[in-house]
RNA sequence: GGUGCGGUGGCCAAGUGGUAAGGCGGCAGUCUGCAAAACUGCUAUUCGCGGGUUCGAUUCCCGCCCGCACCUCCA
């Protein structure tokens, strides 16, 4: 298949390097809810592991930052963690524990696939700790006053995944605050002391005194661990490019001498009219909340798949509905192929699925391969093979095409139904007036009626 | 200030050196007592603006305008 490589700012054709594909993503810190802005790049993660599955065996690891890290490098800044846990009165494990879970409850509502390996920051100290040990060891670490720190200026390469330039203009950059003890703008620390005048929740003993690990290590040592020193794919959201992920890179490459990524894919932001939905800026909008307002989770993925993962994507209510128009749309004509398949034969038509591999092997062209299902039911092909087609689709898009959704007919009230019965008996009357006003005060309770061969059906507005 | 991405019909959004997928919405028809649903058909002579290259550009190049993101924790 064909993917975007941030390395080279070029499609690429990708291959594995082993027998599988070794896929490393940067999962949640757990410190708040995730918006649906975050989710969306778990929702591109998902379709990019569901269309690798189509040809390849996937090890997917993703981590949770579960340790508190500094909300800015500089020596000021707050622990996350420690901030969410005086927010609720918890403990910072708590707090961790708590949001990952409720993380995983948004994840899977949205039909995405669990990770082969969920790794906590937390469980991995240890390998974190040996990291910046080797790195201590080939000389490429400082010790301030309140940490061990990479020096950026020892590794070459430090700037091959953003560019020469952007790292210049960091230098000059107007806008990073100088920490006085740094070396490079860029250096950033690999190990944390905790404080002298207070005790941390989260803190570990290590070489270099009681601590915590810097945000960037985790990542290097985790992925690593589980998928070698050089990973096939890491993926993450943009905002990662620039210090992230450069980052990593130079941790890893400097402690190994091996290439660390072949394949950067990143996903790119969803996006308010009025700015970028954030974490810290305090407003932000969860799948829970999506779902108090009437909308499914799945409503929410079918959007997402309406726009390349690697365009940014405006959200709106107005969108939204659209969406769940659409998936609802789409549910209903399956139901119809569904009740139309009977005993035919299943296989789904060859020329579509080769259109469809083709549209999400070019860098995961999703739109295009979901305008494929819609255009599935115009053509020729028996419902059977039509239907094959879709479960086929499905097994990428995640949407639970064929999944029938639950009625409501049988919670009707029971003043519904009697207005239901009162309408039956004035339009076998051919009291057409009369009949009208019942249907008037059946939506005035908020139910629609409509009249089938078998009668009527009245359902939930 | 530096870096990157993008501007396609009423809205969302694919796409390509050879004349614009798909969805939502809208309109018309079939059906219906009327609706709803369903089905059928129609719905951008045109791809931010101005130049250039070319037989031909929305697609390539240059300039401009506009929007967004990153440079600070961030998906």
């Not at 953003?162 to 990073?176: P, T, Y």
Request: proline fraction near 3%.
């Amino acid at each position: 298949m064909k993917l975007y490589n941030t390395l080279t700012r070029r499609k690429e054709d990708f291959a594995p390097l082993g027998s599988e594909v070794t896929l490393y993503a940067c999962g949640p810190t757990v410190y708040n809810y995730a918006h649906i802005g975050n989710l969306r790049t778990y929702i591109f993660e998902d379709l990019l592991v569901r269309t690798l599955r189509l040809k390849y065996k996937v090890k997917h690891v993703m981590n949770i930052t579960d340790v508190g890290h500094l909300t800015s490098d500089a020596d000021a800044g707050e622990d996350k963690m420690e901030l969410g846990a005086a927010r609720e009165g918890k403990s910072a494990w708590d707090i961790a524990k708590f949001y990952e879970t409720a993380f995983f409850k948004d994840f899977d509502s949205l039909n995405c696939t669990r990770p082969t390996v969920i790794s906590r920051a937390t469980e991995h100290i240890k390998e974190m700790i040996a990291l910046v040990k080797t790195l201590e060891e080939k000389g490429y670490t400082y010790k301030t006053s309140d940490g061990i720190y990479y020096d950026t200026s020892k590794f070459p390469a430090y700037h091959t995944l953003v560019g020469k330039s952007h790292i210049e203009g960091l230098k000059s950059g107007a806008r990073v605050e100088f920490n006085d003890e740094k070396k490079n703008p860029s250096d950033f620390a690999l190990w944390k002391f905790s404080p002298a005048d207070h005790k941390r929740q989260m803190e570990w003993d290590s070489p270099w005194g009681v601590g915590f690990p810097g945000w960037h290590i985790e990542c290097s040592a985790m992925a690593m661990k589980y998928l070698g020193p050089t990973v096939d794919i890491h993926c993450g959201g943009v905002d990662h490019v620039a210090v992230h992920h450069t980052n990593e890179i130079a941790q890893s490459e400097a402690a190994t001498g091996k290439p660390y990524v072949r394949y950067w894919v990143h996903g790119e932001f969803l996006v308010l009219h009025s700015g970028k939905m954030s974490k810290s800026a305090g407003t932000f909008l969860t799948v829970g909340e999506l779902v108090k307002q009437g909308y499914s989770p799945l409503d929410y993925r079918y959007l997402c798949l309406g726009a390349h993962y690697r365009t940014q994507l405006e959200f709106t209510f107005e969108s939204l509905d659209f969406a769940r128009a659409s998936l609802k749309n789409l549910k209903e004509k399956v139901a119809v192929l569904k009740k139309d398949v009977g005993n035919l034969p299943l296989g789904a038509c060859p020329e579509c699925k080769e259109k469809f591999f083709d549209a999400v092997e070019d860098d995961l062209n999703i739109s295009k391969a979901l305008a494929l299902v819609w255009e599935v039911f115009k053509t020729p092909f028996s419902a059977g093979s039509k239907l094959a087609f879709i479960q086929f689709a499905d097994s990428v898009l995640g949407l639970d095409l064929l999944k029938e959704d639950i009625k409501e007919e049988a919670v009707l009230p029971v003043e519904v139904t009697l207005l239901l019965k009162h309408r039956e008996i004035a339009r076998r009357n051919k009291d057409f007036k009369l009949s009208d006003e019942y249907r008037d005060k059946i939506a005035a309770l908020g139910y629609t009626v409509k009249d089938t061969p078998d009668g009527q059906k009245a359902a939930k507005k």
